[in-house]
Nanobody
Framework: QVQLVESGGGLVQAGGSLRLSCAAS????????MAWFRQAPGKECEFVAA????????YYADSVKGRVTISRDNAKNTLYLQMNSLQPADTAVYFC?????????????????WGQGTQVTVSS
């Protein structure tokens, strides 16, 4: 079982930046691919970014490409999401996810473990 705890969300003005963190409980964090998803009010859950187990292979949604960077520190069992040039459309609850296997897929069913989420609100 893997427990994931997100932090770093908050209120930011348009054009600002936030860095989300996700702390994983399990020591074998390194074998898991990980991703960030988000869900805005009244909308379906949306893929944001993914990383393979090593962090050398990453994948981004077109809506955030160039503004967001996913990274991981396997020594600290921690996943990060650096978000720059934030816009009101980025307002959502952001979820950290983890799952066994290779690659960095963008489908929610590729990830078995989900955190509780952290709220990101971008004001105009």
């Amino acid at each position: 079982q893997v427990q994931l705890v997100e932090s770093g969300g908050g209120l930011v003005q348009a054009g600002g930046s936030l860095r989300l963190s996700c702390a994983a409980s399990r020591r074998t964090f390194t074998v898991y691919r990980m991703a960030w998803f988000r869900q805005a009010p009244g909308k379906e859950c949306e893929f944001v970014a993914a990383s393979n187990w090593s962090g050398l292979s990453t994948y981004y949604a077109d809506s955030v490409k160039g503004r967001v960077t996913i990274s991981r520190d396997n020594a600290k069992n921690t996943l990060y999401l650096q978000m720059n040039s934030l816009q009101p459309a980025d307002t959502a609850v952001y979820f950290c996810t983890a799952g066994p296997g290779e690659g960095a897929p963008d489908t929610s069913d590729s990830y078995d473990y989900w955190g509780q989420g952290t709220q990101v609100t971008v004001s105009s």
